[in-house]
C-alpha cells in the first residue's frame, strides 16, 4: 500500500503547488492597472525526501520580479511626476494568462493521477476483501 500512498501524496503536494501558483498570477492579473505593483512569481522546490518516501514539490518564497516598470504618460494622474509620468505595474497580461493556463492544466493532471490511484487502491481493497 505504500506505493498507493507515496503516489497520493506526490499528486497532493502537486495540486498544492498548481493551487498556490495560480492564487498569484490571479493576484497579478487583478493589479495588472495598480500603479507600482510588481509581477509575484512562485518558484518550485523539491522538497528532500523522507524516511524513503518520494521527493514531493513545495512552493518557495514568493518573489518579486524586479524587471522595470512600465512608464505611464498620464498628467492629470494624482501619481504623475512633473513630466507626466508615473510608474505603472510590471504585470503582462499575457505571460499571466499562460501561466495560469499551465498551472491549470498541472492541476487537472495532478488531480487525474489522484483519482486514478485512489480508484486502484479501493479496487485493490474490494479484491482483498473477497
Do not use: C, W
Not at 7 to 32: C, D, F, K, P
Not at 111 to 126: E, I, N, P, V
Request: hydrophobic letters at 35%; charged letters at 25%; a negative charge.
Amino acid at each position: 500500500m505504500s506505493d498507493f500512498s507515496d503516489a497520493i501524496a506526490v499528486s497532493s503536494a502537486g495540486l498544492r503547488a498548481q493551487a498556490t501558483r495560480l492564487r498569484h498570477v490571479s493576484e497579478n492579473i487583478s493589479n495588472a492597472d495598480t500603479p507600482g505593483y510588481r509581477r509575484k512569481t512562485v518558484p518550485f522546490e523539491v522538497e528532500s525526501e523522507m524516511l524513503g518516501g518520494p521527493a514531493l514539490v513545495s512552493v518557495g518564497r514568493v518573489q518579486l520580479d524586479q524587471s522595470e516598470l512600465e512608464k505611464v504618460f498620464d498628467p492629470s494622474h494624482p501619481l504623475a511626476d512633473e513630466t507626466g509620468h508615473f510608474e505603472g505595474s510590471n504585470v503582462n497580461l499575457m505571460i499571466e494568462i499562460a501561466d495560469a493556463r499551465e498551472a491549470q492544466r498541472s492541476y487537472e493532471a495532478n488531480l487525474k493521477m489522484f483519482d486514478q490511484t485512489r480508484q486502484m487502491s479501493s479496487g485493490l481493497m474490494d479484491l482483498l476483501r473477497k
